[in-house]
């Protein structure tokens, strides 16, 4: 069950420690104080840009339903919207990692705090054409 990987990748990767520097693993990417895994990936919209929006929704709802068993373990989410995150980069600040870089992609994500540590779920898609993907973040890094 996609549900079940899913919930196992973010266990695996709440139970990692982070790396001393950036760098890729076969679940995504990690860094000084964070992980990223890419859960899913979509097909791209090149050939077929009028179905971006429904595999959208469906990314939406994929997110959703994980956000529901996250929400058993620790409650309900804060909704965080990284678009003032995006704006404060495009202006110059420094911004700590991950969230600089999910603002780039991401417009929002459910956020939870357990174990001194935050994660997160968010739907990335860098440009129309471009594929979606659910993403899962675990950080020790306090969002901006």
């Known amino acids: 069950m996609t549900t079940a990987r899913h919930l196992a990748t973010i266990d695996l990767l709440r139970s990692r420690p982070f790396p001393g520097q950036r760098g890729r693993s076969d679940a995504g990417g990690s860094g000084p104080g964070y992980h990223v895994a890419e859960l899913a990936t979509s097909e791209d919209f090149w050939e077929d840009p009028g179905r971006a929006e429904e595999v ?51 417009p929002d994500v459910h956020l939870w705090r357990a174990d001194g540590r935050w994660i997160a779920l968010g739907v990335s898609q860098w440009d129309r054409e471009l594929p979606y993907q659910l993403l899962a973040v675990v950080t020790e890094t306090d969002p901006p």
């Not at 529901?68 to 404060?88: H, K, T």
């Not at 911004?95 to 603002?103: D, H, I, S, V």
């Open 56 to 106: 959208a929704e469906q990314y939406e709802a994929e997110r959703d339903a994980l956000a529901a068993c996250l929400s058993e373990r620790w409650g309900e989410p804060q909704v965080f919207a990284l678009w003032s995150v995006f704006l404060r980069g495009a202006r110059g600040e420094e911004l700590p990692e991950p969230w600089g870089g999910l603002a780039a992609h991401v």
